[in-house]
Nanobody, 116 residues
């Protein structure tokens, strides 16, 4: 199994910044890709950003230029730096790990609220 400890969510004003962290433990050797998803009320969960073991990244169009995903392999941690936040970024953000065998693992989620 894979376990997660997510942190960094909260309330921020439009234009502000937050950094989400996801510490991963357990059978880490099975993982080849990490990502952050989000789900707003009444909407489907969507991929926000992902990063492979090799460092290749992918972003949903709406966050390009504002969000940055990164990883610190020594700390088994994945980060999502979120700048220029907008009200439409409000959602529960979930850390995700994809394993080589197709298994998906999910964190418990952290709330991000962008509001004045």
């Amino acid at each position: 199994q894979v376990q997660f400890v997510e942190s960094g969510g909260g309330l921020v004003q439009p234009g502000g910044s937050l950094r989400l962290s996801c510490v991963v433990s357990g059978r880490i050797s099975r993982i080849y890709i990490m990502g952050w998803y989000r789900q707003a009320p009444g909407k489907q969960r969507e991929l926000v950003a992902s990063i492979t073991n090799g460092g290749s990244t992918n972003y949903v169009e709406s966050v390009k230029g504002r969000f940055t995903i990164s990883r610190d392999n020594a700390k088994n941690t994945v980060y999502l730096q979120m700048n220029s936040l907008k009200p439409e970024d409000t959602a529960v953000y979930y850390c995700n790990a994809g394993a080589w065998d197709g298994q998906d693992y999910w964190g418990q989620g952290t709330q991000v609220t962008v509001s004045s």
